[in-house]
């Protein structure tokens, strides 16, 4: 199997021209492997038991504040771009005859506008750097839970656990790949922001930046189909309800984070709404999300 795809310029140089498109349906059929395996190592999986009742501390209050309205519309724009750079990249190759160049350059621009957003949102009204701090002892107690549910269970997270956090750090590199390789490709088409110009860079480079380009979408269809897939799964639904409504219940609050390492400050969800930062308030309790997470 070719990784990339190569052909003659017209001064007779062997250039790189892009990924192979093998490439693409390996893609495809190792996300749906993945996803089918998956499936089917979960419901084979010895259940844990998860009867031990779930102690309320006083005060908690019943909704816990963790996506602001600012966070939920940046993923739900980046995930509309994201899905239509795919479908647009990739549907030509499957045979759909559209317009796509458009489409694609366009939805491009939507991605790097969130992701502009997304970083100075992050600096200004978060801590950039918590999503970076690597806790290996609950990498290594992650993995071998993960392994073996014989396994003790690994220590309760804070508001983003560790599989969560090395999942952003993969799609962050492989993302800011696609949007760097794909606003200098933007140089060879016309846009309303500047004329094409194709001999920015000379055909090699050209095609180092295609490949890469391609590399960058190809890992994006495995990356997108196992978030997807992670979404809708039944145990893990309560995380997708988040990133729509806000909130989440105190009952998983109390069950899967370390109030250490999450800390929510309020009370009861009687007492006066007080707005908090960064994000908005709250209509039946008081939260806070410290800035750390």
Known sequence: MQLWRSAENPWGQEVLIGVSWTLMWAALIGAGLFLVGHAIWIKTRPAEDHAEPVDIPPGLPEKIERHSLASRIFHWTMSVAMLALLVTAFGPVMGWQFPWVEIHWMAGVLLTATVVYHVIHAVGWQDFWAMFKLDVGEGVATLKHVMSPKAPPPPKAGKYPFDHRMYHHIIVVVTLAAIVTGVLMMVRIDTPFW??????????????????????GVSLILLVAAHIYFAIRPEKRWITWSMIRGWIDREHYVQHFDPEKWRVTGGSPDAPVKPSSGSGALADSTVSAPRED
């Open 195 to 216: 004329t094409r110009n194709p001999y920015l860079l000379s055909d090699s480079a050209w095609g180092v930046m295609y490949v890469v380009h391609g590399l960058s």
